[in-house]
């Protein structure tokens, strides 16, 4: 069974309308500088596992009031038996949110196949053009956009979302990935968090003023039928 490295009890606001517990599970295929879940990304082996049975027994002591899980990362695709977890979870009659770089296009399609995730939120991250510079990593660009293309055709609710990180993401990318995903429903613009940063020169930098995120929003409001804003002001 896939590794659990921290859960978020409670929330209302991972799965809007429902209450939700978060799961993150180690490892990511990416190195993004702005990432501020360093130790989770690089250092996976370093942060104590939860028993499976502790996980069972935490969701079936909130049965009638936990309606969903969100499984975030890292990348939960990154781990083969992550359809094990999501399985034992719906056996339990509980929704799946999942956060995903888009990078397995395989397990996302099967996952979708066989009704398993009710909601998937998928991290753009640049242009297609940009991507390895601003994921400082060797990503297989198509498979990104075959995992954009599996979302909006699965007739599952989805959301696309980009951090915008001041000097590395801004506006000018955000109308790029606009006319890449012309005519997507949700997208959501993350404001950056400069805390625990793989790169900690980006510990540095001052995320966009609130003016700075609305005028990013007005500008991806052209391509996608609802755009929002995301993370602290």
Same mark, same amino acid.
């Given at each position: 069974?896939?590794? /659990?490295? =921290?859960?978020?009890?409670? %929330? %209302? ?9 978060t799961v993150?599970?180690?490892?990511? #295929? ?10 989770? @990304? ?5 942060? $104590? #596992? ?37 399985? @034992? ?6 929704? /799946? ?12 399609? =099967? ?35 075959? %995992?954009?293309? /599996? ?10 979302? #980009? ?19 012309? =005519? ?5 613009? $993350?404001?950056?968090?400069? $805390?625990t940063t ?18 990013? @929003? ?8 609802? @755009? ?6």
């Amino acid at each position: 069974m896939v590794e /659990i490295k =921290g859960i978020e009890k409670f %929330s %209302s606001r991972d799965f809007p309308g429902h209450i939700s517990s978060t799961v993150f599970l180690g490892g990511c #295929t990416f190195r993004c500088p702005y990432c501020h879940n360093s130790e989770l @990304v690089l250092r996976p082996e370093t942060i $104590q #596992t939860m028993p499976i049975d502790f996980f069972l027994s935490y969701l079936d002591g909130r049965k009638g009031w936990l309606d969903a899980v969100c499984l975030t990362g890292g990348e939960p695709l990154l781990h083969e038996d992550v359809e094990d977890l999501i399985r @034992v979870v719906r056996e339990r009659g509980l929704l /799946i949110k999942l956060d995903t770089n888009g990078a397995f296009p395989e397990r996302l399609e =099967g996952l979708l196949a066989d009704g398993l995730l009710d909601w998937v939120a998928m991290d753009v991250k640049a242009p297609l053009e940009r991507y390895r510079e601003v994921t400082r990593s060797n990503v297989d660009v198509e498979s990104v956009v075959r %995992s954009t293309d /599996i979302l909006r055709n699965s007739g599952v609710r989805h959301t696309f979302r #980009t951090t915008v990180v001041p000097g590395l993401v801004g506006k000018e990318d955000v109308v790029k990935i606009g006319e890449w995903l012309d =005519g997507a429903k949700s997208y959501l613009i $993350q404001q950056f968090v400069p $805390q625990t940063t793989i790169d900690p020169a980006f510990l540095e930098v001052k995320p966009f003023s609130r003016a700075e995120l609305e005028d990013i @929003v007005a500008a991806a409001q052209p391509y996608f039928r609802d @755009v929002r804003i995301e993370g602290p002001e």
